[in-house]
């Protein structure tokens, strides 16, 4: 069954903790996004990457950080640096940057405590 | 700047009648136009989408959409609505033959009444 799963699907953090969100596709796609989505903003690109081991920043990366040692897997960290964390957090792939469409996750809901 | 626009938060509708929701976009270059729709807490599907050809293009769910380029226009239409249609919906578009991003606009929440 392809598709692409992210976890947790809801996630509490302490001021002050780093946090790791997953996010694993069999898709075999080789560009992988993380977006932020903060209620009436739309999506907000934190980072993206096209290949294996290469990422870039996207419009928000301040207080994020990812990695892309398999193909499969982008996991994003959000740092004690970012200073508002509580949001929803969706992954996306897609075949290539560009004319492919984006498959999502089903989002990860993070609130900090 | 690349940017896209979609001009209602909110659009209201009866069951049975159809359904327009607006997005216009503003880049320098070739546009590819996308759809997508998200339910509550879940990700976003994709609908639709628009590379070249056809000025109507048909997608999921009884879905379609019009480009116009002297508009700059990319409208999601339905004949008829159906109450299961209510959620959020994005319009999306990068420039084509670019390596950049998709850029979404903020979403139009649709709420189909019975």
């Not at chain 1, 977006?35 to 290469?54: A, K």
């Not at chain 1, 301040?62 to 499969?72: A, N, Q, T």
């Not at chain 1, 508002?84 to 560009?98: E, H, Q, R």
Request: hydrophobic residues 35%; aromatic residues 12%; positive net charge.
């Amino acid at each position: 069954d392809g598709g692409i799963t992210q976890s947790p699907k809801y996630l509490f953090r302490k001021e002050g903790q780093n946090v790791t969100l997953s996010c694993e596709q069999n898709l075999n796609h080789d560009a992988m996004y993380w977006y932020r989505q903060d209620p009436g903003q739309g999506l907000r690109l934190i980072y993206y990457s096209q290949i294996v081991n290469d990422f870039q920043k996207g419009d928000i990366a301040e207080g994020y950080s990812v990695s892309r040692e398999k193909k499969e897997s982008f996991p994003l960290t959000v740092t004690s640096a970012q200073k508002n964390p509580t949001a929803f957090y969706l992954c996306a792939s897609s075949m290539g940057v560009g004319i492919a469409e984006a498959f999502f996750g089903q989002g990860t809901r993070l609130t900090v405590v | 700047a690349q940017s896209v626009a979609q001009p209602e938060d909110q659009v209201n509708v009866a069951e049975g009648n159809p359904l327009t929701v607006k997005c216009t976009y503003s880049v320098s270059g070739n546009p590819y136009l996308f759809w997508y729709v998200q339910y509550p807490n879940r990700g976003l599907q994709f609908l639709l989408k628009y590379i070249t050809g056809d000025n109507l293009v048909k997608g999921s769910y009884g879905f379609e959409a019009e480009f116009n380029k002297s508009q700059t226009s990319f409208h999601l239409k339905k004949p008829s609505a159906l109450v299961s249609d209510s959620a959020l919906y994005f319009c999306a578009v990068i420039v084509g033959g670019s390596q950049g991003n998709l850029i979404f606009g903020k979403g139009t929440k649709l709420s189909v009444k019975p």
